[in-house]
């Protein structure tokens, strides 16, 4: 059964659009230590790819959003890890 704390950090999440530039690490941070009571561990993986145009004979860096990961202190007294998986 997942904490207060889960519960509210997986809606928070799923209610931001990666996809926009509306948000920021800082931001997250900011609104996540209000009703945590604490500013947790963020860490934003982003998986890159290179496209090569071959009218162009460039080479264009693809940079996607990957994974959110979310490191807290429970109301049990441990740190838990929650990972959420972007597109």
Known sequence: MASMKEEAIREYISNIDFRSDDWSL???KEDMRKFLGE???VDIEYKKD???NEVK???E???ALEKVSIVFF???EKFKKL???ID
């Open 74 to 76: 429970d109301l049990d």
């Open 39 to 41: 500013e947790p561990g």
């Open 50 to 52: 290179v496209v090569i």
């Open 61 to 63: 860096e693809i940079k």
């Open 57 to 59: 004979g460039e080479a």
């Open 83 to 85: 990972e959420f998986l």
């Open 26 to 28: 800082s931001n997250i």
